[in-house]
């Protein structure tokens, strides 16, 4: 799983890791799944937090949910634990950077350049 990294409009930096790889072999797939984290900028945070992967719940201080794509373009779901909750502008905002990412495949290699 290859995590995205993106801050939105109020600096809150974010780590996204899809649940499943995306794969640029002449079928565009990318998954409808992507857990989220703060971005603490921690050296070994991606491998720490993709083990906790699908847990029931996740203790981790720096998650902050699940945004799965039921349909994309349509219907959306955000899933959050305890800590802090995504306020409404904050899912919009990352559904809207996803939905770019998703319709933008040639994109894809070049996410953590950014």
Request: aromatic share 8%; glycine share 6%.
């Amino acid at each position: 799983m290859t995590p995205l990294f993106f801050s939105l409009g109020n600096r809150l930096r974010l780590m996204v890791i899809p649940d499943t790889e995306f794969h640029l072999d002449g079928h565009a797939v990318l998954t409808h799944t992507y857990s989220i984290y703060r971005d603490s900028g921690k050296d070994g945070q991606i491998q720490s937090k993709e083990k906790a992967l699908h847990l029931d719940h996740n203790t981790d201080p720096d998650y902050l949910g699940v945004i799965t794509f039921e349909e994309p373009g349509k219907l959306f779901s955000y899933t959050h634990n305890d800590g802090r909750i995504l306020t409404h502008d904050e899912i919009e905002e990352i559904i809207e950077h996803l939905t770019h990412i998703r319709d933008n495949p040639a994109n894809w290699q070049h996410l953590n350049d950014l």
